[in-house]
Antibody, heavy 120, light 108 residues
Framework: QVHLVQSGAEVKKPGASVKVSCKAS????????INWVRQAPGQGLEWMGW????????NYAQNLQGRVAMTTDTSTNTAYMELRSLTSDDTAVYYC?????????????WGQGTPVTVSS | EIVLTQSPGTLSLSPGERATLSCRAS???????LAWYQQKPGQAPRLLIF???SRATGIPDRFSGSGSGTDFTLTISRLEPEDFAVYYC?????????FGQGTKVEIK
């Protein structure tokens, strides 16, 4: 069965970077894209972006352009999301989720979420 | 970027009642590319509906989706106790995906 296992909670200072990992199993990693979604405390879901595992193409939310980078390592079936220049507004739970296909689309399988706290 | 607006913000209903949730897009969606998710506190979202009206595997038939163009609806025919949660719509037809702000279905 499909599993997405994310790295553990992070605490960062403003201005720092964070890199969250998402290890996939139970399917052919290169056949599906990976989306990243975040949720600030008490707030709704925010789509951050998507990466094609097949060719590395990415699409990012406009408000994160220039600060976010999504990558994959097909040798370990792991996707990564790095967010730079953190502020308190980036405090959230970060989820990876598998796309329905190689393209960006709906998400059936989700990781357990990685809490990231940005605080001085 | 396509903006999705959900209404109402909160729906207060009793078990057994019908719930009707709305999601309006700022522009017409390509190929009815709209999904609905359910989220309970402390859990990851769960896919309910994709392609406007197709139920995901294992989703009870009391959940149904409809709509086209810019107006979409999620209907829960008879609310069960486990259905009280927050519901989000998501469009995936453009290169940049977006979620609505959510509708909370609470027990009246």
């Amino acid at each position: 069965q499909v599993h997405l296992v994310q790295s553990g909670a992070e605490v960062k200072k403003p201005g720092a970077s964070v890199k969250v990992s998402c290890k996939a199993s139970g399917y052919t990693f290169t056949s599906y894209g990976i989306n990243w979604v975040r949720q600030a405390p008490g707030q709704g879901l925010e789509w951050m972006g998507w990466i094609s595992v097949h060719n590395g193409n990415t699409n990012y939310a406009q408000n994160l352009q220039g600060r976010v980078a999504m990558t994959t390592d097909t040798s370990t079936n792991t996707a990564y999301m790095e967010l730079r220049s953190l502020t308190s507004d980036d405090t959230a739970v970060y989820y990876c989720a598998r796309s329905c296909s190689g393209n960006s689309c709906y998400m059936i399988y989700w990781g357990q979420g990685t809490p990231v706290t940005v605080s001085s | 970027e396509i903006v999705l607006t959900q209404s109402p913000g909160t729906l207060s209903l009793s078990p057994g009642e019908r719930a009707t949730l709305s999601c309006r897009a700022s522009q017409s969606l390509i190929s009815s590319s709209l999904a609905w998710y359910q989220q309970k506190p402390g859990q990851a979202p769960r896919l309910l509906i994709f392609a406007t009206s197709s139920r995901a595997t294992g989703i009870p038939d009391r959940f149904s989706g409809s709509g086209s163009g810019t107006d979409f609806t999620l209907t829960i025919s008879r609310l069960e106790p486990e259905d009280f949660a927050v519901y989000y719509c998501q469009q995936y037809g453009s290169s940049v995906g977006t979620f609505g702000q959510g509708t909370k279905v609470e027990i009246k």
